[in-house]
Nanobody, 115 residues
Framework: VQLVESGGTLVQPGGSLRLSCAAS????????MSWHRQAPGKERELVAH????????TYAGSVKGRFTISRDNAKNAVYLQMNSLKPEDTAVYYC?????????WGQGTQVTVSS
């Protein structure tokens, strides 16, 4: 099982980034997918999750209206489009796959929002 995040980098406040997570080794289309983040000195928090069909995405209040989660079951990938980035969005971003009690994590990608 592998989840490999990419797309993290340094970006200025107000900028945009698109994170990608490539999945392999499991039946991707059967798993709910989510993005989480962990800032220095803070606990990991849920950013967004999306159902197996791609419908009914759910967002944390702090990112609602700025971030969009999507998935492509044909490509075994999940994405996080992040707009209007703020310094407080700086964190390591992780994707996760969940089915029942089974949960897989990626290794994370660093997003830094700074001028």
């Amino acid at each position: 099982v592998q989840l490999v995040e990419s797309g993290g980098t340094l970006v200025q406040p107000g900028g945009s980034l698109r994170l990608s997570c490539a999945a392999s080794g499991f039946t991707f289309s059967s798993y709910l997918m989510s993005w989480h983040r962990q800032a220095p000195g803070k606990e990991r928090e849920l950013v967004a999750h999306i159902s197996v069909s791609g419908g009914t995405p759910t967002y944390a209040g702090s990112v609602k209206g700025r971030f969009t989660i999507s998935r492509d079951n044909a490509k075994n990938a999940v994405y996080l489009q992040m707009n209007s980035l703020k310094p407080e969005d700086t964190a390591v971003y992780y994707c996760a796959a969940v089915r029942g009690i089974v949960k897989f994590w990626g290794q994370g990608t660093q997003v830094t929002v700074s001028s």
